[in-house]
């Protein structure tokens, strides 16, 4: 089926050292998109399994036509990302999103929470690009013309990633033997949201600072489906005797890293999970070298509602979800988008 656009995949990664071969790495589990696409039961039970686990999982895009589009387009951003981020640093500061009290547009290194005990600053760039804007849902902010002339291919990936990420919320639904569109009812396409594609650049770290790529964090939207060619995520091991400790996500050429965000885990109170996550310099060979990802963040519709939905809603207690920014944040419900914009307010010195 997909063959032309694997060989394709695997470009980008044949002109990158390889991760090392001996290093240990996560064993988040692996799921094929076409029996994800298909609702295969076991393939249903094992995303659900990886999401309260691990809360990280591989999705193989090579076995289905929907995925390889995703692969091919994420290589073409991968190119995009390197020539926007070449671009002068006045010139790219023009769009800097703290600035225009936005989510959308630039951000520069150095800028996100210090949250590992040692303080690092991180060595971490990134534009924010909206599917509000790029769909014209809302009045599109200001991007660069590098940007701005690959709309289309953006707007291509945002909808195939939405779409992917809408297969998985149905696959959890299903799995929690709920209406199978209870989640996706909360992330509409058409609807308003914080859903954004980041295009990233990690520069190698200065040897002579300490510096980090990213700090520890969670997510915060619905789910996140991450493109890297570099080894450099880590995440949270659940192996027994190193439960806890930070393990590497290996990239594997023609499959995403998929995760979920607090709005999941309060969404189905505490059922889901969002797992901490940072990024460190890349191991061995592919130290010192620049390290791009491509993600789509999907966000909840800003009039959802955060708190559980269906039978995740006993009416019991709701668990704590990423409640750092207020008191009472557990017992006033907010929309999605008042959530946003209270932890956008820690972002102008925070991460996501
Ligand atoms: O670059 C990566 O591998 C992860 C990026 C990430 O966690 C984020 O942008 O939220
Ligand atoms: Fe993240």
């Not at 020539?83 to 703290?98: C, S």
């Not at 060619?229 to 949270?236: A, F």
Request: charged fraction near 25%; include cysteine.
């Amino acid at each position: 089926m997909a063959t032309a656009t694997t060989s394709l995949t695997m470009q980008q990664h044949g002109t990158l050292p390889p991760f090392p071969e001996t290093l240990s790495h996560a064993p988040i589990a692996e799921i094929s998109s076409r029996k994800l696409l298909a609702k295969d039961l076991e393939t249903t039970a094992a995303v659900w399994k990886a999401c309260q686990t691990y809360g990280f999982f591989y999705l193989d895009m090579t076995d289905s036509d929907q995925g390889c589009k995703l692969v091919a387009d994420a290589e073409q951003l991968y190119g995009l990302s390197k020539e926007t981020f070449a671009l002068p640093f006045q010139e790219k500061d023009k769009y800097d999103f703290r600035r225009r009290k936005s989510f959308f547009g630039y951000k520069p290194s150095g800028s996100v929470k210090k949250t590992d005990t040692s303080q690092r600053p991180d060595t971490t760039e990134f534009f924010n690009v909206g599917k509000d804007c790029l769909f014209d849902v809302a009045p599109s902010n200001p991007y660069p013309d590098i940007i701005q002339n690959a709309r289309p291919l953006l707007r291509d990936f945002c909808k195939g990633a939405h779409e992917m990420a809408m297969e998985i919320l149905r696959t959890l639904a299903r799995a929690a033997d709920e209406d199978e569109e209870i989640f996706v009812n909360l992330n509409r396409f058409e609807e308003s949201s914080g859903d954004h594609i980041r295009l990233t650049l990690k520069r190698p770290s200065d040897e002579k600072k300490s510096e980090i790529g990213l700090p520890s964090h969670t997510d915060f939207g619905s789910v996140t489906i991450l493109f890297n060619w570099l080894g450099g995520l880590q995440i949270e091991s659940r192996t027994p005797g190193r439960i806890g400790e930070w393990e590497y996500v290996k990239p594997v050429p023609g499959k995403a890293i998929i995760n979920l965000g607090d709005a999941m885990v309060s969404f189905s109170n505490g059922a889901l999970k969002s797992a901490k996550h940072r990024v460190v310099e890349s191991p061995g060979a592919q130290a010192g070298i620049e390290r791009v990802s491509v993600v789509y963040f999907v966000r909840p519709t800003h009039h959802s509602l955060m708190k559980p939905v269906g039978k995740f809603d006993s009416g019991g207690s709701r668990v704590k979800v990423g409640g750092k920014f207020s008191d009472g944040i557990d017992e006033k419900v907010y929309t999605a988008k008042e959530w946003l914009e209270e932890r956008f307010v820690q972002l102008s010195h925070s991460k996501e």
